[in-house]
């Protein structure tokens, strides 16, 4: 990578830490001068604004968040247990970028503020609620998942259920809350959503 | 009420609506001016600084959501039916506080940021968690509620679940996760929650 490449990545980096500790708002560019050690034009060089580079910091922030969420899910063949591994990963994997989840602290900060940034927290959304649906899609497929499940619905309570939690457990300074939500779904999916199993005779 | 008294208020009610919906830094006293009319004298002849200025805006939003998420619980004897109209509440009734729910707001804005909007956060979370509790405890006592429950952790599950749920609802501009998340814990609570009645004989 180029020299002024790899400048870029830094100032993202550290873009991605401000924005999602402080919001679009709250994170000014003296922040992110000290932060890279930059001055504004050398930032500016690489971004045409402000917003650019928060639209950058958040898809990189998100992606590094999306590596965690999957982390392994591969390894497991069975769909039941593909959801509660990626349960599991929002629990118990700690994100590389501070400040929480990056699509919960969008969506709150942008819902009434920068369009563009709001626009990527609702993209981010679609593509969570696509990756859960396609495993519930696969598990009704091969009939491990009882037929009457919406994908779409169980996709968006799982995230809606784990993003609440995070919430409280982030104000609480403790896991509670996301182990409360993680044992609360785990025995969800398995009463009502995973299916029943033949028995062979 | 003193006609300071009433400007007092009026500042309180319009910083209340521009915080909740822009955020502590995302809000600024221009904004303030502008939606007041007052000069940035005329505010601060009333609160010491913007801090103390948006903990008295976050104590305004805070109670008329309660008073929103507490409407007609009195008129319900039963645990589980209050539980089921605190839910319905949330869902159902707009808040008088534009920009959506005041703690979910604030815990995201002033998680890694003002340090005392985060206790108030908490505070506000606290006693939420509270009275959610308080009506569990009444229902155990009464058996309304399997001796199995736990108050804090069920009080703790359907905040979080609603909250995560109005994320979701505030990006999606739609209703769909918030109707999901009711339905899912109006099943748990007759399934999960609520003690099976002995059949007289």
Redesign the interface.
Known sequence: MSKGGKTRQRIVAEAATLFN??????GSMTDLMKATGLEKGGIYRHFSSKEALALAAFDFAWQTATQVHMHDLDLLPNSVDKLKRLIANLVERRPSV???CPL??T???A???NRRL?ER??RA?RQWQDVLSEIIKGGLERKEIRSDVDPK?LA??I??????????S???RNR??LL??QA?LGS?LDSEVKATQCKKS
């Open positions: 500790e402080r919001g679009f708002e709250g501070p400040g929480g919960l602290n969506a709150i900060d819902d009434d503020g709001r927290a609702l959304l619905k968006t309570l995230i809606g259920s784990l993003e609440g939690a995070l919430m409280v982030r104000l609480e509670d809350a409360g939500a609360h969800y």
